[in-house]
């Protein structure tokens, strides 16, 4: 089984919606990461958290929301699902020395 | 401001034909330098930590080296195989405080032809 699971692994929506994207991780890290990637602007941190008490924003966290509900689970929201936040979609874990793993991915369209 | 830049955008091998990718840094306070591999669809996968100047790191035909200002991955002897996109992340204080977070480089698209 894959350390890093991510559902769904594609979604469609419309403009407006809120959308909820899962990560669940087997690998015992302390530390999971929301990314998402575009296209010729590479990967972008939305949000990380170091442990379950433990939130913090990215980069570009405006328009989404995250919940850590566990050790092991880190979910994104996005409140009201806007065009522009049609990308793919990573979840990564690391432990104390930062090396991250990277989860499969969600491609996220949004029409 | 603190970025970091691969070059070069996309790299075109013939098999066999070893060559290098670089990863230049401006950051100060360097705490680690990670390279990764990603196949299309894929997320990232982990290659390689650097931490100091003159520091190497080498799995099957690709090895890893830093300097003060960049990273170079040399890849020997190219495989079909070894084609996808590389991938470079800085960790480095930022204000005093040394953070979790990696900043990406954009990556070089390798492809090798047989």
């Known amino acids: 089984d894959a350390d890093v699971t991510q559902t769904p692994r594609n979604r469609i929506t419309k403009t407006g919606k809120r959308i909820m994207l899962e990560c669940s991780q087997t690998?015992?890290?302390?530390?999971m990461y929301w990314y998402r990637q575009d296209p010729g602007l590479g990967l972008r941190l939305i949000y990380y958290?170091?442990?379950?008490?433990?939130?913090n924003k990215g980069e570009i966290s405006d328009g989404y929301s995250v919940s850590r509900q566990a050790q092991a689970k880190f979910s994104l929201s996005l409140e009201s699902a806007i065009p522009n936040q049609t990308a793919l979609y990573f979840c990564?874990?690391?432990?104390?020395?930062?090396?991250?793993?990277f989860g499969p991915g969600t491609r996220l369209t949004v029409t | 401001e603190d970025q970091v830049t691969q070059s070069p955008e996309a790299l075109r091998l013939q098999e066999g034909e070893s060559s290098s990718l670089n990863c230049s840094y401006t950051?100060?306070?360097?705490?680690?330098l990670f390279w990764y591999r990603q196949d299309p669809g894929k997320g990232p996968e982990f290659l390689f930590t650097?931490?100091?100047a003159g520091e190497e790191k080498e799995k099957e035909r690709l090895k890893a080296t830093l300097t003060k200002k960049e990273s170079f991955l040399h890849i020997t002897a190219p495989k079909p195989e070894d084609s996808a996109t590389y991938l470079c992340?800085?960790?480095?204080?930022?204000?005093?405080?040394?953070?979790?977070?990696?900043?990406f480089g954009q990556g070089t698209i390798l492809t090798v032809h047989p």
């Open positions: 950051v100060s306070g360097l705490r680690g």
């Open positions: 650097l931490y100091s």
């Open positions: 690998k015992g890290h302390d530390r």
């Open positions: 958290s170091f442990d379950v008490k433990d939130i």
């Open positions: 990564a874990t690391s432990d104390s020395s930062y090396e991250q793993y």
């Open positions: 992340a800085v960790r480095y204080l930022a204000g005093g405080t040394s953070y979790g977070k990696l900043t």
